[in-house]
């Protein structure tokens, strides 16, 4: 599988006003309209990186590329605590877990 | 050649078809006139009347005449058309086959697809109602797009500089605002909000009652029983409206507008633009709440925005872009018609998918949360119908998603799943769109594991799918709460039941070569006297006696006769004898 770097033809590090640019260029010669699942694999290669925020987010808990040994090493040497919420670290048990589909919660549902 | 696709604004109170020839786009005339209102009627003689004969007749025959149906588009009712119901889709359907056949005529060669624009915040089942209307008429709508997305494409279409524009688009029956960034060729919405029940009718109906008000306080009269008077009101009201936008004060005179314990009644009544602007203040108030709704939606203050655009025959009002400018600090655009550039965006995007080259392409966003409900917590408490959001608001077009749900019962047969529209955590205060039941789970213990697949649409319609996770055992549906009644049979059926109203007129509108005048042609100014003597003679209808009601019925079915036939000089006679009641009743 590519990654969203390769998706988008953009080195890995990248500014983000580069990877805008790249994406709409992509999107120019990739419409929604000609070809509906390419373009959602352009959109979403373009959400995952498209901001410090996301980049990070996407180094850490995207699976297989995170290397939780390396991650931890990092995270006990630095002086710095590091930035981990409640949401990440849900996120990071469960790519733990290689659960892939957040188990959320229950449909409602009738006795029978 | 490419295909031809034609583009529609279909307007709550004006329609427009416009296509791209030659690399230009161009709003089709229908003899000079671009614009097509949105109004129905059927005339004395069953004919269909759609457009400006329908929209005079209106003020005569308001029980024959429908207008504003896009704000019933997507319910389930009867619309009662001279003694005849019909569903909101077959209305709209009228008007879509007029358009069709303005293209037809223009373009010499028939016409079977269209780009239909809908207002973005029109829900899933106004659109499929729109699709539907849009069938009926003998059109396949190759794509809906939103109508603010569709006038950024007219003006995007053309710039070359990077540039974020906030586009308010404010009609007869719907609102709109859409933040867009237009960068490198694509036309990009970051955000959408709106409110599909507010517009310029709203407007009018503020003064109506103002007008009404007065009536009751100065002659204790209630004008809303007399359906003649209030088509009378109505137009007087939207007048005024109109005239408030260039001046600050409209007289409104009426003349003989009903009659009262003997008397006749005249409406007179000067209305001032302060005052009318304090009746609209609160929906003006609601726009700017929703422009601030899409600026947070797309992560932007006013300050990020370059442009602002006007759509819409209601942003003419001088207070909302007073308001716009302090919010920005700048005046909004309007230099592409706003009544004409949503037509002109379908157009560029029916071309783009015809495959012409265009130089724009365009990225929309879904202005609802999609989901489900499950049992969960609400506000800390135990709750068996928390919203579950999948798709959430301002995720692109097609979206795609999937969550996974567990069984609450050991041994559990099946699942009811509810689809909701909104963003509140209570699934109950959201609209229910659509439900389907998932049955024949395997005899498991609780936890067996369901996905539930929500795909939204380049058109903005819902796709939903659940499956048992273990046995791949899978329910699918489209979201067609409003097709109840338009399975594909009975769109045939209503297919043909509109065909068959326009073959009154027509010859036959679908076959082309020799393309039958739509209307009669531009009316001699006899038959234009004629029908005002008419038009006057029946509002007095309500004051007279019997004998001159009588004289007058019969005159006008003379006169009806002469129109018919194209008998100017027959015409002369019977209007004099009809202007002189007319004068002696009056006087």
């Excluded at chain 2, 308001?62 to 009867?78: A, C």
Aim: with cysteine.
């Amino acid at each position: 599988m590519n990654t969203p770097y390769e998706i988008l033809e953009v080195a890995t590090d990248a500014t983000d006003a580069e990877i805008k640019q790249a994406y709409l260029r992509k999107v120019k010669d990739n419409p929604p309209d000609r070809d509906q699942e390419r373009f959602q694999r352009i959109h979403g290669a373009y959400t995952s990186i498209k901001d410090e925020k996301s980049r990070l987010s996407y180094a850490l808990f995207t699976i297989p590329a995170a290397d939780f040994d390396e991650l931890l090493d990092q995270a006990l040497h630095t002086t710095q605590a590091p930035q981990v919420g409640p949401e990440h670290f849900k996120q990071l048990l469960r790519a733990g877990l290689g659960e892939t589909m957040p188990v959320n919660a229950m449909p409602h549902a009738q006795k029978s | 050649m490419n295909e031809i696709i034609i583009g529609i604004d279909l307007g709550t109170t004006n329609s427009e078809v416009a296509i791209v020839g030659q690399g230009k786009v161009r709003v089709i005339a229908d003899g000079d006139k671009k614009i097509l209102p949105s109004f129905v009627g059927i005339d004395d003689h069953g004919n269909i009347l759609v457009g400006e004969t329908a929209k005079n007749q209106y003020l005569v025959y308001p029980e024959r005449t429908v207008k504003s149906i896009k704000r019933l588009m997507g319910q389930n009712i009867q619309i009662d058309l001279a003694g005849q119901s019909y569903a909101p889709q077959e209305i709209s359907a009228i008007i879509l086959k007029r358009l069709k056949a303005i293209a037809e005529k223009d373009l010499g060669q028939p016409v079977g697809k269209a780009v239909i624009t809908v207002p973005a915040y029109f829900s899933d089942v106004q659109r499929q109602a729109t699709r539907e209307a849009g069938e009926i008429a003998g059109l396949e709508v190759v794509r809906m797009i939103n109508e603010p997305t569709a006038a950024a494409l007219a003006y995007g279409a053309s710039q070359a500089e990077a540039k974020r524009m906030l586009v308010y688009d404010l009609g007869g029956g719907t609102f709109d605002v859409s933040v867009v960034n237009i960068q490198a060729g694509v036309v990009e919405v970051l955000s959408s909000h709106g409110d599909n029940h507010l517009g310029g009718d709203d407007f009018d109906q503020q003064i109506i009652e103002h007008l009404l008000r007065h009536l009751q306080n100065t002659y204790h009269v209630d004008a809303r029983a007399h359906s003649k008077a209030m088509a009378r009101i109505t137009r007087a009201a939207e007048n005024a409206k109109i005239l408030l936008s260039d001046q600050p004060y409209a007289q409104i005179e009426e003349e003989y507008l009903l009659e009262h314990d003997g008397s006749a009644i005249h409406l007179s009544l000067e209305l001032s633009r302060l005052e009318y602007e304090a009746m609209i203040e609160d929906y003006i108030n609601a726009t700017l709440d929703a422009v601030h709704i899409a600026l947070k939606g797309a992560k932007l203050t006013a300050a990020d925005i370059d442009e602002v655009i006007l759509v819409g025959g209601s942003t003419r009002t001088p207070c909302i872009r007073e308001r716009l400018f302090s919010e920005f600090g700048f005046e909004p655009h309007g230099e592409v018609d706003p009544d004409l550039c949503v037509a002109m965006g379908a157009a560029i995007q029916a071309a783009m998918i015809g495959g012409q080259q265009v130089d724009t392409v365009l990225v929309d966003v879904t202005p609802y949360t999609y989901g489900t409900s499950a049992i969960g917590t609400l506000n800390g408490e135990f709750y068996p119908f928390m919203f579950v959001p999948v798709i959430h608001k301002n995720s692109v077009l097609p979206s795609r998603k999937t969550d996974a749900f567990m069984t609450s019962h050991d041994g559990q047969e099946f699942v009811d799943v509810s689809i909701y529209q909104g963003e509140d955590p209570d699934a109950l205060n959201n609209t229910l769109i659509g439900e389907f039941r998932v049955e024949g789970l395997r005899d498991v213990s609780a936890g067996n594991v369901i996905t539930l697949t929500l795909d939204l649409d380049l058109n903005g319609i819902l796709h939903v799918s659940a499956q048992e996770k273990a046995t791949g055992l899978e329910k699918s549906i489209v979201i067609k709460n409003a097709l109840s009644r338009f399975e594909s049979a009975a769109l045939d059926t209503a297919r043909q039941r509109i065909t068959s109203l326009f073959g009154h007129l027509e010859s036959n509108p679908d076959e082309l070569g020799e393309p039958e005048p739509f209307e009669a042609p531009a009316a001699a100014p006899e038959i234009e006297a004629a029908r005002n003597a008419m038009a006057r003679a029946e509002s007095l209808f309500e004051q007279v006696s019997d004998s001159d009601k009588e004289d007058m019925v019969d005159l006008i079915g003379t006169i009806t006769a002469c129109i018919k036939a194209n008998d100017i000089e027959g015409l002369k006679e019977p209007v004099d004898q009809l202007n002189d009641i007319i004068y002696y009743l009056e006087s």
